[in-house]
């Protein structure tokens, strides 16, 4: 077992040793983005449950918990492999509303209204979540459903207790949530760090689904609450809308790299088919050689993300409706030849790549979570209300936030969206349509078996978190937490700037690719990825990586 992480920069004739190692734990671990939800993760493991009844306690415990991005309001996707090695996806995304149309976010002069797809009601698709949870738990769960909520309506009863950074984030959205709901709401009050937030009506929901299942969510009381609040607020979702809704099995993006195999999200995810282009396009460089975040591999990352996002904004929509070349965007030999152009000595310009010339512009409010338990199944699952709180719409009376998932949409195709998002015709609005997204919960085998368990929200920098956080462990040899902790940086072809987070990059380094051509956008970075993940380590014990940019916790046994 590697307890420090050595970072060797040979470019930079330099070594940086770094003492961070994870929680260690011998059978079962789940990290998340709260310690309340990775604590009933695990309650729920000890208990004799599997993976998948862990994420079913794990996913509402962060509704309750985490409501900044853990909903029953939004949606998700979850990419599992079983102990015998069995892999599968499931797609809980949400999708539009029947009454949705392509041009629903257009004025008359065909101009983006701004804020309607990304403020209130109107933003809203028809959540996934419950949907989700139940697919996951109907198919492979062990508990019942009744006892995975029990600890999670004890929270919600209990309350939860604000942490110094959701203080922070609750002062930050206030005015929004003001702004937005006809009504205060329980996330009026100025809450302070240490403070107890009780959820009385959140847990009369989940008792409501504990009693009556997933169908209480999506045809009966909460159903019929659910739709009014949403049309008396000016939003279109019907009792047909939520009827209909279906989280979908897909099959999961793979492909090989350096001796890995890589299981990823498809589509209406971009993540998994990104991360294999991206990945690809970087095999053939000797990455280790070059040292971590040296000048040469930030060039061939860099590089390579580019060409991968490029295609990303054209070719990528929900696969239900739009023919994708999945296998030729994922073929080694599609990435060599968009490699071809590429040399050290030069920066590739953007405009030389692709379509458009606009900006991609995220948010950074998703939530990750990966489990392992004691049977060796793995779940690696991303969530979401897409914006902070999503549409900052709250059901005082259902107690939660809903999405705000419809922006992820291109509004109008061939430009950006609220968010910044490239349009294009792949991910135009139809009724039913999943909006493209790049959430990529991802789980890694080496030899055969198990070896990591990784994801991260962060919007468009998910998935190159998730590719740093991989490559800081096979190829820089970084054990879990130091692999997680690690500065990162991110290029998305447009626009065409290398974003870093600040103050983590020596200057020699920005010097060099400054002069190279490159555009270092070190100042208005936000956080890049919020990253959870679990390495299976050489003698079988598991470390957990809980990203220091957040709250993030492990707990396991
Ligand atoms: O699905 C997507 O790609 C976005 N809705 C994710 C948004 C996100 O990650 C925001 N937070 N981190």
């Given at each position: 077992?590697?307890?420090?992480?050595?970072?060797?920069?040979?470019?930079?004739?330099?070594k940086?040793?770094?003492?961070?190692?994870?929680l260690?734990?011998?059978?079962?671990?789940?990290?998340?983005?709260?310690?309340?939800?990775?604590?009933?993760?695990?309650?729920?493991?000890?208990?004799?449950?599997?993976?998948?009844?862990?994420?079913?306690?794990?996913?509402m415990?962060?509704?309750?918990?985490?409501p900044?991005a853990?909903?029953?309001?939004?949606?998700?996707?979850?990419?599992?492999?079983?102990?015998?090695?069995?892999?599968?996806?499931?797609?809980?995304?949400?999708?539009?509303?029947?009454?949705?149309?392509?041009?629903?976010?257009?004025?008359?002069?065909?101009?983006?209204?701004?804020?309607?797809?990304?403020?209130?009601?109107?933003?809203?698709?028809?959540?996934?979540?419950?949907?989700?949870?139940?697919?996951?738990?109907?198919?492979?769960?062990?508990?019942?459903?009744?006892?995975i909520?029990?600890?999670?309506?004890?929270?919600?009863?209990?309350?939860?207790?604000?942490?110094?950074?959701?203080?922070?984030?609750?002062?930050?959205?206030?005015?929004?949530?003001?702004?937005?709901?006809?009504?205060?709401?329980?996330f009026?009050?100025?809450w302070?760090?240490?403070?107890?937030?009780?959820?009385?009506?959140l847990?009369?929901?989940?008792?409501?689904?504990?009693?009556?299942?997933?169908?209480?969510f999506?045809?009966?009381?909460?159903?019929?609450?659910?739709?009014?609040?949403?049309?008396?607020?000016?939003?279109?979702?019907?009792?047909?809308?939520?009827?209909?809704?279906?989280?979908?099995?897909?099959?999961?993006?793979?492909?090989?790299?350096?001796?890995?195999?890589?299981?990823?999200?498809?589509?209406?995810?971009?993540?998994?088919?990104?991360?294999?282009?991206?990945?690809?396009?970087?095999?053939?460089?000797?990455?280790?050689?070059?040292?971590?975040?040296?000048?040469?591999?930030?060039?061939?990352?860099?590089?390579?993300?580019r060409?991968?996002?490029?295609?990303?904004?054209?070719?990528?929509?929900?696969?239900?409706?739009?023919?994708?070349?999945?296998k030729?965007?994922?073929?080694k030999?599609?990435?060599?030849?968009?490699?071809?152009?590429?040399?050290?000595?030069?920066?590739?310009?953007?405009?030389?790549v692709?379509?458009?010339?606009?900006?991609?512009?995220?948010?950074?409010?998703?939530?990750?979570?990966?489990?392992?338990?004691?049977?060796?199944?793995?779940?690696?699952?991303?969530?979401?209300?897409?914006?902070?709180?999503?549409?900052?719409?709250?059901?005082?009376?259902?107690?939660?936030f809903?999405?705000?998932?419809?922006?992820?949409?291109?509004?109008?195709?061939?430009?950006?969206n609220?968010?910044?998002?490239?349009?294009?015709?792949?991910?135009?609005?139809a009724?039913?349509?999943r909006?493209l997204?790049?959430?990529?919960?991802?789980?890694?085998?080496?030899?055969?078996?198990?070896?990591?368990?990784?994801?991260?929200?962060?919007?468009?920098?998910?998935?190159?978190?998730?590719?740093?956080?991989?490559?800081?462990?096979?190829?820089?040899?970084?054990?879990?937490?130091?692999?997680v902790?690690?500065?990162?940086?991110?290029?998305q072809?447009?626009?065409d700037?290398?974003?870093?987070?600040?103050?983590?990059?020596?200057?020699?380094?920005?010097?060099?690719?400054?002069?190279?051509?490159?555009?270092?956008?070190e100042?208005?970075?936000?956080?890049i990825?919020?990253v959870?993940?679990?390495?299976?380590?050489?003698?079988?014990?598991?470390?957990?990586?809980?990203?220091?940019?957040?709250?993030?916790?492990?707990?396991?046994?």
């Amino acid at each position: 077992m590697l307890l420090f992480s050595v970072i060797s920069c040979n470019d930079k004739k330099e070594k940086v040793t770094k003492k961070e190692i994870g929680l260690i734990t011998k059978q079962a671990m789940v990290v998340s983005a709260r310690v309340e939800a990775s604590k009933i993760g695990t309650a729920i493991l000890k208990k004799g449950g599997n993976a998948f009844d862990a994420m079913f306690a794990t996913e509402m415990a962060l509704a309750v918990a985490y409501p900044f991005a853990g909903n029953l309001g939004g949606g998700g996707f979850m990419v599992y492999r079983k102990n015998d090695g069995e892999i599968g996806a499931l797609d809980y995304r949400e999708k539009a509303p029947l009454a949705a149309t392509r041009d629903m976010y257009l004025d008359d002069d065909g101009n983006i209204i701004k804020g309607k797809s990304t403020i209130g009601a109107m933003g809203i698709g028809i959540p996934g979540t419950v949907a989700g949870v139940f697919e996951a738990h109907r198919k492979f769960g062990s508990l019942r459903v009744q006892e995975i909520l029990e600890p999670v309506i004890a929270l919600a009863k209990r309350g939860v207790v604000v942490t110094a950074k959701q203080e922070k984030r609750l002062n930050n959205y206030r005015p929004l949530f003001d702004k937005v709901n006809k009504d205060s709401i329980t996330f009026t009050h100025k809450w302070k760090e240490n403070d107890t937030i009780k959820y009385p009506a959140l847990a009369e929901t989940l008792i409501q689904i504990q009693k009556n299942g997933k169908d209480e969510f999506y045809k009966g009381e909460i159903a019929k609450t659910l739709v009014k609040f949403i049309q008396d607020n000016g939003g279109i979702m019907t009792l047909e809308d939520l009827e209909k809704y279906e989280a979908k099995w897909r099959t999961p993006i793979t492909f090989n790299y350096d001796g890995l195999r890589i299981i990823s999200m498809s589509p209406p995810s971009s993540g998994g088919v990104c991360l294999a282009q991206i990945m690809n396009a970087i095999e053939p460089f000797e990455l280790d050689k070059f040292g971590h975040n040296s000048t040469k591999a930030i060039q061939v990352i860099t590089e390579a993300e580019r060409r991968a996002y490029a295609d990303r904004s054209h070719f990528l929509g929900d696969p239900d409706f739009v023919t994708i070349p999945q296998k030729e965007l994922i073929s080694k030999s599609y990435s060599n030849k968009r490699m071809s152009d590429f040399s050290f000595d030069k920066a590739t310009s953007s405009a030389d790549v692709s379509y458009g010339n606009v900006e991609i512009i995220e948010s950074d409010e998703t939530t990750h979570y990966s489990i392992i338990d004691q049977f060796g199944n793995a779940v690696s699952v991303t969530t979401t209300l897409n914006g902070a709180y999503g549409s900052k719409l709250y059901s005082s009376e259902l107690g939660f936030f809903f999405n705000n998932e419809m922006d992820d949409f291109s509004s109008k195709p061939g430009e950006p969206n609220m968010f910044g998002l490239i349009g294009a015709k792949a991910n135009e609005i139809a009724p039913e349509k999943r909006m493209l997204s790049s959430m990529t919960p991802t789980i890694v085998e080496k030899d055969g078996k198990l070896f990591m368990v990784v994801g991260t929200p962060g919007g468009s920098t998910i998935i190159t978190s998730v590719l740093q956080t991989i490559l800081n462990v096979h190829e820089f040899k970084m054990n879990m937490q130091a692999a997680v902790n690690a500065p990162r940086f991110h290029h998305q072809w447009l626009p065409d700037v290398v974003k870093m987070e600040p103050n983590s990059f020596d200057k020699e380094t920005i010097t060099e690719l400054t002069s190279l051509g490159y555009t270092i956008d070190e100042t208005t970075s936000r956080i890049i990825g919020k990253v959870s993940a679990i390495l299976v380590l050489p003698n079988g014990t598991l470390e957990g990586g809980a990203d220091k940019r957040g709250d993030d916790t492990a707990d396991g046994f």
